[in-house]
């Protein structure tokens, strides 16, 4: 028996579309059919279902409203294209309260099982998801984390693959726990320059924490957002305030392992090219550095220190000034692999051989250190390490408790390969 016209009457969802689909004879229809209430379906027609209310033969209710409009798909016959589902509806469908069911995606232990089950498979039937905004506001929490990268804006630094790692891992460990990354804007051309960027950003999206990524220059904007006792995890930058902790690595052991090691192959004219010594990384590979030399008993010459970027081409310029000096070293512990590619670059330049005329250290253990020929040896920091750690302290934080978790110092390992 063919469908009879749809009944005029019945429940209205407003102007949105209805979750749902029909089958019809794909031989009679067109490539797109549109339907509005009180048209009849066309004959052949086998079965309607829409908003999860089954239509068969002219018989039940339907929550169709003008301007729905059907796609064909040749596995599935005739679909519709959009979806959207109201609160209120899976609420009157599900016989209970618009409170019962906000309270099954924000408080679900509030309600029984028997409820709160039966509730979603409704909503999963009809495809309804929660507005983000309202749960915010119930809630007062968004699932949402602010990623403060702020890496100097005259740098790419948002391409450097020792962050790029790091933020992988960051990004998949706070997935596990439901939670969402939102970049901050480094920079508000819309706003006052007060150093409250950040704040603001944080009260505008209701971010429930931040991550901080910083340049070492001690950002006002930053220290802003520790002093409003947001909930912080910083990365490579040491942060104190009752609602924050700091992730780093053992920066100046590290550093200490690469200069005996270079010590053990017999070298005496030993160099470093630094990271920026603003940074708590740069400042501490340059202290480790300092102490193994002294500890192996080893002078440290006049102009044997040059201070790097992180970079490449800053690898590169520094080895140059290196490679100048009148007693140049026979071995660099530089302090960042990109640099260290640079420094290798420009002693091959040189007509240098490495690791017969200069032995290079660098460290990170990027995944290009294994690649470019001979194979650089490094002091390898645990990346996923950072993101992971990073990830599970700020959990703890938003979770309650009274102090902040103890600041993280990764460990650090020495990889010997052909540089050396």
Same mark, same amino acid.
């Given at each position: 028996m063919p469908c009879n016209r749809l009944p005029e009457t019945g429940y209205i969802v407003g102007e949105a579309m209805v979750v749902g689909w029909v089958e019809l004879d794909e031989d009679r229809m067109p490539a797109e059919l549109r339907v509005a209430a009180g048209e009849a379906f066309p004959e052949k027609c086998e079965r309607v279902r829409l908003g999860g209310v089954k239509l068969r033969n002219g018989n039940g209710r339907c929550g169709l409203t003008g301007g729905h409009r059907w796609r064909y798909g040749r596995e599935t016959g005739y679909r519709e294209g959009t979806t959207l589902t109201t609160i209120r509806e899976l609420a009157r469908r599900s016989g209970v309260s618009v409170a019962t069911v906000s309270r099954v995606f924000n408080t679900p232990e509030v309600v029984s099982q028997h409820t709160r089950q039966r509730i #979603?498979? #409704?909503a999963a039937e009809i495809g309804y998801l929660p507005n983000g905004s309202a749960r915010t506001l119930a809630t007062k929490k968004s699932? $949402? +984390?602010g990623l403060v990268w702020d890496t100097d804006h005259r740098r790419p630094g948002w391409r450097h693959p020792f962050l790029q790692e790091i933020l992988v891992a960051l990004k998949t460990a706070l997935s596990a726990h439901g939670l969402n990354l939102l970049m901050l804007a480094g920079h508000d051309a819309a706003g006052p320059d007060d150093g409250q960027r950040y704040v603001r950003a944080v009260r505008q999206h209701n971010l429930d924490g931040a991550v901080i990524i910083d340049n070492g220059t001690r950002d006002p904007a930053v220290l802003a957002l520790v002093e409003a006792q947001v909930p912080c995890v910083a990365l490579d930058l040491r942060v104190d305030g009752p609602t924050s902790t700091y992730i780093t690595s053992d920066n100046a052991g590290g550093a200490a392992l690469a200069v005996r090691h270079l010590v053990e192959r017999g070298h005496r004219r030993i160099a470093t090219i630094t990271g920026p010594l603003r940074t708590w990384p740069g400042a501490e590979r340059l202290v480790g550095f300092r102490a193994a030399l002294a500890g192996a008993g080893l002078p440290l010459a006049d102009g044997h220190v040059v201070e790097g970027d992180f970079y490449l081409d800053g690898g590169h310029?520094? $080895?140059?000034?290196? #490679?100048a000096l009148d007693d140049r070293p026979?071995? +660099?512990?530089?302090a960042g692999d990109e640099m260290a590619v640079g420094a290798m670059r420009a002693a091959q330049a040189?007509? #240098?051989?490495?690791?017969?005329d200069i032995a290079i250290v660098g460290f990170d253990d990027i995944e290009v250190a294994a690649l470019i020929p001979p194979g650089l040896s490094t002091v390898a920091q645990n990346k996923p390490g950072f993101g992971t750690a990073a990830a599970e302290a700020l959990v703890a934080m938003l979770h309650g408790g009274d102090d902040p978790p103890k600041p993280t110092v990764l460990p650090t390992t020495l990889v010997v390969r052909g540089t050396t």
């Amino acid at each position: 028996m063919p469908c009879n016209r749809l009944p005029e009457t019945g429940y209205i969802v407003g102007e949105a579309m209805v979750v749902g689909w029909v089958e019809l004879d794909e031989d009679r229809m067109p490539a797109e059919l549109r339907v509005a209430a009180g048209e009849a379906f066309p004959e052949k027609c086998e079965r309607v279902r829409l908003g999860g209310v089954k239509l068969r033969n002219g018989n039940g209710r339907c929550g169709l409203t003008g301007g729905h409009r059907w796609r064909y798909g040749r596995e599935t016959g005739y679909r519709e294209g959009t979806t959207l589902t109201t609160i209120r509806e899976l609420a009157r469908r599900s016989g209970v309260s618009v409170a019962t069911v906000s309270r099954v995606f924000n408080t679900p232990e509030v309600v029984s099982q028997h409820t709160r089950q039966r509730i #979603l498979d #409704l909503a999963a039937e009809i495809g309804y998801l929660p507005n983000g905004s309202a749960r915010t506001l119930a809630t007062k929490k968004s699932n $949402m +984390v602010g990623l403060v990268w702020d890496t100097d804006h005259r740098r790419p630094g948002w391409r450097h693959p020792f962050l790029q790692e790091i933020l992988v891992a960051l990004k998949t460990a706070l997935s596990a726990h439901g939670l969402n990354l939102l970049m901050l804007a480094g920079h508000d051309a819309a706003g006052p320059d007060d150093g409250q960027r950040y704040v603001r950003a944080v009260r505008q999206h209701n971010l429930d924490g931040a991550v901080i990524i910083d340049n070492g220059t001690r950002d006002p904007a930053v220290l802003a957002l520790v002093e409003a006792q947001v909930p912080c995890v910083a990365l490579d930058l040491r942060v104190d305030g009752p609602t924050s902790t700091y992730i780093t690595s053992d920066n100046a052991g590290g550093a200490a392992l690469a200069v005996r090691h270079l010590v053990e192959r017999g070298h005496r004219r030993i160099a470093t090219i630094t990271g920026p010594l603003r940074t708590w990384p740069g400042a501490e590979r340059l202290v480790g550095f300092r102490a193994a030399l002294a500890g192996a008993g080893l002078p440290l010459a006049d102009g044997h220190v040059v201070e790097g970027d992180f970079y490449l081409d800053g690898g590169h310029a520094a $080895m140059d000034r290196l #490679l100048a000096l009148d007693d140049r070293p026979t071995a +660099v512990f530089v302090a960042g692999d990109e640099m260290a590619v640079g420094a290798m670059r420009a002693a091959q330049a040189a007509g #240098l051989r490495i690791p017969d005329d200069i032995a290079i250290v660098g460290f990170d253990d990027i995944e290009v250190a294994a690649l470019i020929p001979p194979g650089l040896s490094t002091v390898a920091q645990n990346k996923p390490g950072f993101g992971t750690a990073a990830a599970e302290a700020l959990v703890a934080m938003l979770h309650g408790g009274d102090d902040p978790p103890k600041p993280t110092v990764l460990p650090t390992t020495l990889v010997v390969r052909g540089t050396t």
